[in-house]
């Protein structure tokens, strides 16, 4: 597989001349057919760059990563208290009914949608002043939330937080990528910066129940923004400086960007995301001609931002996300994986929680308990792929988690509704995050050695935007599915549990296909991909 492509400071570049994509471990002077057994994955060697981890001391190397998985887990922690607590915070900034699950729906949407230019200006900026930006913005607007009067206010601060957010993940990933060595310490740090978000989220669901009986729910976000101010001024300290910067930052800023590439994807991301926000609220509103015109709006989109790469590519100007990337067998199944795995995760969260209260009529505290499993376990997959990763083959641990996940919709979607918890729904809550609990750690490090060592952060907004985009359409696919089977059933009575169960086994039934689907895609496109996370000498 030959591209032309030339890591430059400006990025990816093209150049006349040819750069072959070859494996780690072969020996690029050989000639001889690709072999079977893939020990690493295609990259171009030229681009791969050894991090300058190991310079800083050890002691403030631990540091940098805690306080970089400190702010994940606030941030996690801030939309657990949001889950469990909003009919409280409804009531009490007076939220109109139809605006309901926005102050969750808009963090997603502008976190998400912000990635990718976040991490292009990282990459330029630098990934330390971008993350103390983020860090301090985060701590600032959670502390809004706390103050909101009006439901206007929460949820715009939610917005606000969300765009904040998006300044820290793919810095967060760029700035252990490049201090930390490659091998178990770089997987370690990967895996520490997912293990956070389920135990954050998880505390966020249990401390809500806690602080809205007793100091009320704007305690917790006092909490959590004072907290993120002491780890800003924490990491001022402790994050590794950028390298010095041969240009001025603003003549960087105009040349070394692909501001077009840039806006045209996170447009269509954004006007994607509201559209499956729309739906995910109420499946009729995609009748509503301003829904119909923002959804074609951003598919028109993805096809132009595609000519857009291919021209500065002939060009010879920088480029977002080079199409010539998704040639690449390995990074185009596992970002498939992943936002497979997200969305089925995502939607098996929220379908548990509801068939727990609205079929079985337990209170939201009962429910969040048995969902507690899938939380604890995703954690601990974390931090064990991280210490196991470059010993195993990432072709089998990969495909093995997906069909160990596949189980959890199945187990759901053949459930009895009188069954005891621990019949059924308690494996289905262990196998659940399995997958992509492990494709976190796989992925990010699939990603990072995939882009060049100077656009790290692009490559940790790539992963975090797949991954929340499979969050997105995994809830609107569900939401759609579970709508229509309920209103098609024979039931009279379309708000019962036995009409809604209906529905709920439609969407366990569609997330079993989708795991299926993504397994295939898994035993085909990384069949001949051995190892990753390997220390590199």
Not at 54 to 63: F, M, S, T, V
Not at 139 to 167: D, K, N, P, W, Y
Not at 194 to 213: K, N, R, T
Request: glycine residues 8%.
């Amino acid at each position: 597989m030959t591209q032309s492509i030339e890591a430059t400071q400006h990025g990816f570049l093209p150049a006349n001349g040819t750069v072959k994509l070859v494996p780690l471990h072969k020996n690029p002077r050989e000639d001889e057919p690709e072999s079977s057994e893939l020990h690493s994955l295609p990259q171009i060697p030229s681009l791969v760059e050894e991090s300058e981890g190991g310079r800083l001391p050890k002691g403030q190397l631990i540091i940098t990563v805690a306080t970089l998985t400190g702010v994940n887990f606030i941030s996690s922690l801030s939309t657990g208290l949001l889950t469990v607590g909003l009919p409280r915070m409804a009531a009490d900034v007076e939220l109109a009914e139809h605006l309901l699950l926005w102050p969750s729906s808009v963090y997603a949407l502008t976190s998400g949608s912000c990635l990718l230019l976040a991490g292009s200006i990282a990459d330029v900026v630098g990934n330390r002043i971008v993350n103390l930006v983020g860090c301090l913005t985060v701590g600032c607007f959670i502390l809004a939330c706390g103050l909101a009067r009006t439901g206007i206010e929460l949820i715009m601060f939610r917005a606000l937080q969300g765009i904040a957010v998006s300044l820290c993940l793919p810095t967060s990933v760029a700035i252990v990528a490049n201090a930390l060595p490659s091998g178990r310490a770089r997987n370690i740090g990967f895996s520490c910066l997912g293990l956070v978000q389920p135990i954050g989220f998880s505390m966020g669901l249990i401390l809500a129940g806690v602080f809205l009986d007793t100091v009320g729910w704007r305690f917790g976000y006092f909490l959590c923004g004072g907290l993120t101010l002491v780890l800003f001024f924490l990491s001022i300290w402790a994050l590794p400086p950028d390298k010095v910067m041969e240009a001025s930052i603003l003549t960087r800023l105009k040349t070394e960007i692909d501001w077009i590439g840039a806006i045209i994807a996170c447009a269509s991301l954004s006007l994607l995301s509201y559209v499956l926000a729309n739906l995910t609220n109420d499946v009729s509103n995609i009748r509503r001609p301003s829904n119909l015109v923002v959804l074609i709006v951003s598919i028109a989109l993805m096809p132009s931002f595609i000519y857009w790469e291919n021209r500065q590519e002939q060009r010879e100007r920088p480029m977002l996300i080079p199409n010539f990337l998704w040639k690449n067998k390995v990074f185009t199944s596992i970002c498939l994986m992943v936002l497979s795995s997200f969305a089925v995760l995502n939607s098996m969260e929220m379908f548990c929680s509801l068939f727990f209260q609205e079929v079985q009529n337990l209170s939201a505290l009962q429910a969040s308990l048995r969902i507690l499993p899938s939380l604890i376990v995703g954690a601990i997959l974390q931090m064990a792929t991280g210490l196991l990763i470059d010993r195993i083959s990432a072709f089998y641990l990969v495909v093995g988690s997906l069909v160990l996940s596949a189980g959890a919709p199945l187990l759901m979607a053949v459930i009895h509704v009188q069954w005891p918890y621990w019949y059924d729904a308690f494996f289905a809550q262990l196998l659940t995050p399995i997958s992509a609990d492990i494709l976190f750690t796989v992925g990010l490090l699939v990603v990072s050695e995939v882009f060049p060592a100077h656009t790290q952060a692009l490559a940790g907004a790539v992963f975090n935007t797949v991954a929340q985009f499979g969050n997105s359409i995994g809830l609107t696919v569900m939401a759609i599915i579970s709508s229509s089977a309920t209103k098609r059933s024979s039931i009279t009575d379309k708000s019962s549990p036995s009409a809604l169960m209906v529905g709920y086994r439609a969407s366990f039934w569609a997330a079993f296909v989708w795991m299926i689907v993504a397994c295939v895609v898994g035993s085909f496109g990384l069949r001949r991909m051995g190892k990753v996370g390997i220390k590199r000498d």
